[in-house]
Each structure stands twice: as C-alpha cells, then as structure tokens.
C-alpha cells in the first residue's frame, strides 16, 4: 500500500504486453491498493499496472467528480466484450505529464472483469462518457498500447509531446482505428 512511481513515456515496460492474472492473491490486491493509492495522489481518472511497472493485467478508475464521493472500480483480467459508435476527445495519462491531445475511441463499451475479490463482473459505458474512454484508455496500457497511438493527428501530437520534452508518435505504434473511423463518416 504506496504511492509509486509513475512510468514516464519512453520506458520501455509501458510498451511491453501484461500477463494474466491466474489468482486474486495477497499480491494482486496489494498491487490494487497501490494503483488506487498512486492514481489518488496524482489526481488521475485511472491508472494501469504497467505504468507502476507491473506486467500484469489490472487497472482502476474512478471517475466521481470532486465534490462526489471517491468510486474506485477495479478491473483484472478485462476483455472489452461489445463496441460501437465513435467519440473524438482530447485525453492525457499520468505518464505524459501535462500533455494532451485529440484521440479517437468507441463511444460504448461494454467490459467483462474481475474486481479485487475475484469475482466477475459485466460494465456497460456509453454515449462517449468519461468512464468510456478511461477503460478503453486503461485496457490499452495492458496491451502495451498508449493514447497517442490513437491520436487524430500525429504531427500536432508530436508538436505536444515536444513541448514537454517527450519522444514522438512512434509510427510503427499506430493503432488501426479504421472501425472508429467508419463510425466517425457516419
Ligand atoms: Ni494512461
């Protein structure tokens, strides 16, 4: 139970894919408090396992604004099971410090999980909310993939990531968002 270090963009174990969890052990729930206690200190919406450097799939939202009470959700082994329309938003993550820029997402997910006992369960998000776009955010880190690998426009985001002394789009990196943009053409 600590806050740890944040991950920053250009470490390699954000772009490294994250293993199941096999047993809701001791571990994986003190693995839980210290992503809730690390996204709380940072004021984050959610934060992934890679970014405190652990290859394992789990990550926590929360989404409750500040005069609400805190909403902790946690997700280990997440598979996003349904998704559709399409949302254009500007995003950021606790390992780019301070930048931001336009990404595409699905606007409705549906995800399938097991919170911190074990136990499964089935979230639905709509209409391009914020707890939407976390979780497809979070899933993303489990799979080794960042934001900006969704950005709308890759030489504007470069531009960002520049002002904050942080490496460029990486090209190869780029996610086939085809889908989300036949959405967008509707
Ligand atoms: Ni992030």
């Known amino acids: 139970m600590a806050v740890k270090r944040v991950l920053q963009y250009g470490e390699k174990t954000l772009r490294e894919p994250s ?3 096999h047993k809701v052990s001791r571990k994986i729930q003190e693995l839980v408090q210290d992503l809730l206690d690390t996204m709380y200190a940072k004021n984050g919406v ?3 396992a890679p970014q405190i450097g652990v290859n394992y799939r789990v990550f926590v939202v929360d989404v409750s604004k500040n005069d609400e009470p805190l909403n902790p959700i946690v997700f280990i082994n997440p598979k996003i099971i349904k998704k559709s329309g399409a949302y254009v938003g500007q995003e950021g993550c606790i390992s780019f410090p301070e930048a931001y820029t336009d990404v595409k997402r699905y606007a409705n997910v549906m995800v399938k999980a097991l919170d911190r ?3 499964p369960f089935v979230l639905e998000a709509k209409d391009g909310e914020l707890l939407a776009r976390a ?3 979070e899933n993303d880190h489990l799979d080794g993939i960042l ?4 950005c709308v426009n890759r030489f504007e985001t470069d531009q960002i990531l520049a002002k904050h002394n942080l490496p460029p789009v990486d090209p190869d990196m780029l996610a086939d968002d085809s889908e989300i943009e036949k959405e967008l053409s509707k």
Request: glycine residues 12%.
């Open 46 to 48: 959610g934060m992934a």
């Open 19 to 21: 293993k199941e969890v």
């Open 117 to 119: 006992h074990g136990r």
């Open 135 to 137: 979780i497809q955010h």
């Open 147 to 150: 934001f900006i690998d969704h």
